[in-house]
């Protein structure tokens, strides 16, 4: 069965300095691969996908991620955090076939002025 | 921009009552999706739904849990008897014309159970 670990639950960081949000997927083929934000009161939105190609994928709002298969890894980054990030974010799985998403157990991010 | 949207935001509901949860999805989207969220615990899939009928559905949604698209607009998840452990962040979603496609999601229903 597919999961997915997201090891932090809360990170803090600086406004203007960079973030890393980690992502490891346990699953016996190459998935589809989300990063999803939640603010509060608000419904999950997407940040980016990779499902295939380039291993750096961009996504809105600065945020970028780099699929790395011999990890099973997908970690989000940003080069320079703003206030509006504070957020929850979640990492999830698809298989090819299916609709399912497999969501972690989200990291939140707490920025600091 | 089109949106996903759930009513009501919060429902406080008695055990043994039943309750339905209605989300309106974008309106050119053929999959349907429920999510739950346990606080503190991880975002779970409950069901999706395409062509009229549940196309997957997880261990989670037995014989209490029942979802419908009565009309060309609304997609809805019934629970016939709610229990404490039912009470939960409940997301709906919807997404395009394949199933790869992004998954759009509500705001979410907060469902509590006394």
């Known amino acids: 069965a597919q999961s997915v670990t997201q090891p932090d639950i809360h990170i803090t960081v600086s406004e203007g300095a960079s973030l890393e949000l980690r992502c490891n997927y346990s699953?016996?083929?190459?998935?589809?691969l989300f990063w999803y934000v939640q603010s509060p009161g608000q419904g999950l939105q997407l940040l980016l996908k990779?499902?295939?190609?380039?291993?750096l994928v961009q996504g809105i709002k600065g945020f970028e991620a780099e699929f790395k298969r011999s990890q099973s890894s997908f970690n989000l980054r940003k080069p320079s955090v703003h206030w509006s990030d504070a957020a929850e974010y979640f990492c999830?799985?698809?298989?090819?076939?299916?609709?399912?998403?497999?969501f972690g157990g989200g990291t939140r991010v707490l920025v600091k002025p | 921009e089109p949106e996903v949207t759930q009513t009501p935001s919060h429902q406080v509901t008695q055990m043994g009552q039943e309750v339905i949860l209605r989300c309106v999805p974008i309106?050119?989207?053929?999959?349907f999706y429920w999510y739950r969220q346990i606080l503190g615990q991880k975002v779970e899939f409950l069901v999706s739904f395409y062509n009229n009928e549940i196309s997957e559905k997880s261990e989670i949604f037995d014989d209490q849990f029942s979802v419908e698209r009565p009309d060309g607009s609304n997609f809805t998840l019934k629970i016939r008897s709610t229990k404490l452990e039912d009470s939960a962040m409940y997301f709906c979603?919807?997404?395009?014309?394949?199933?790869?496609?992004?998954?759009?999601f509500g705001p979410g229903t907060r469902l509590t159970v006394l």
């Open positions: 699953y016996g083929a190459t998935p589809y």
């Open positions: 999830a799985v698809k298989r090819a076939a299916g609709n399912k998403l497999t």
């Open positions: 990779y499902f295939s190609g380039d291993t």
């Open positions: 979603a919807s997404s395009g014309t394949s199933g790869v496609d992004e998954q759009f």
């Open positions: 309106s050119n989207h053929l999959y």
